[in-house]
């Protein structure tokens, strides 16, 4: 795993748009069914808009019907980190990523097998890199 990437708000701010910066360091959330990559089906990787790091692949992409990407698993266990969130006066996971702390979406245990969960992650928090 690569060093922690720690930056001033400030820093931050420059180096994303609002939209990436209101989900990703303010836990926002995009509109269901607006993100760029809830349908997408082409064969790739999923990077962390705010630094980079690897965290998902196609290969772990379903549709859950739920507007935004899911995928039943992480590229790699340690690519991200999850937080309790008792926002909206409910009990959820927090996924963020493991190298900057960016807010990606939740993890629920809703998903298929093999692990049965089901990490809904904003369009916005990623970057997609085809492969062919």
């Not at 180096?15 to 993100?35: C, H, I, M, N, S």
């Not at 809830?38 to 739920?66: P, R």
């Not at 340690?78 to 009990?91: G, I, L, T």
């Amino acid at each position: 795993m690569s060093e922690k990437i720690v930056k001033t708000e400030d820093e931050w701010r420059a180096d994303l748009t609002p939209e990436q910066y209101y989900v990703t360091r303010q836990k926002g959330t995009e509109r269901a069914f607006t993100g760029a990559f809830w349908n997408n089906h082409e064969k790739g990787v999923y990077l962390c808009v705010a630094c980079g790091q690897k965290l998902f692949s196609s290969e772990h992409k379903f549709d859950s019907g739920s507007g935004w990407p899911s995928f039943w698993q992480p590229i790699a266990v340690e690519s991200v980190e999850s937080h309790d969130d008792y926002s909206f006066f409910m009990r959820r996971t927090e996924v963020v990523c493991s190298r900057c702390d960016a807010h990606l979406g939740h993890v629920f245990d809703d998903g298929p097998a093999p692990t049965g969960l089901r990490f809904c992650i904003n369009s916005v928090s990623l970057e997609f890199e085809e492969q062919q």
